[in-house]
Nanobody, 126 residues
Framework: QVQLVESGGGLAQAGGSLTLSCAAS????????TGWFRQAPGKEREVVSC????????RYADSVKGRFTMSRDAAKKTTWLQMSRLKPEDTAVYYC???????????????????RGQGTQVTVSS
């Protein structure tokens, strides 16, 4: 059974930092890219980052580039999203995801990953 379990969400002040973790199981981690997407009320889903399992390429959405850092450890089957210089507009539920491909968008629409976790809330106060 595929499981992606996120942790590390919570409340932060603007300008602060949070690190999200995601523990994966039930699939071949080495064969899947991992990604993080977010969903805020009234806003479209946005894939903020992904890492390719094939060559380690990391992609970031423009909205988080330079502020968020994604990483993964195949031996631990874990992926992280380090978020710094947080802004109130980063408030959302953040989901860990896995798919054979590392994609942010397709035809302007957030890419749909094969697997996703249950999500963790991140709230940034101004």
């Amino acid at each position: 059974q595929v499981q992606l379990v996120e942790s590390g969400g919570g409340l932060a002040q603007a300008g602060g930092s949070l690190t999200l973790s995601c523990a994966a199981s039930g699939f071949s981690f080495d064969d899947y890219a991992t990604g993080w997407f977010r969903q805020a009320p009234g806003k479209e889903r946005e894939v903020v980052s992904c890492i390719s399992s094939a060559d380690g390429t990391i992609r970031y959405a423009d909205s988080v580039k330079g502020r968020f850092t994604m990483s993964r450890d195949a031996a631990k089957k874990t992926t992280w999203l380090q978020m710094s210089r947080l802004k109130p507009e980063d408030t959302a539920v953040y989901y860990c995801a896995a798919d054979p491909l590392c994609r942010l968008q397709v035809d302007g629409v957030a890419y749909e990953y094969d697997y996703r976790g249950q999500g963790t809330q991140v709230t940034v106060s101004s």
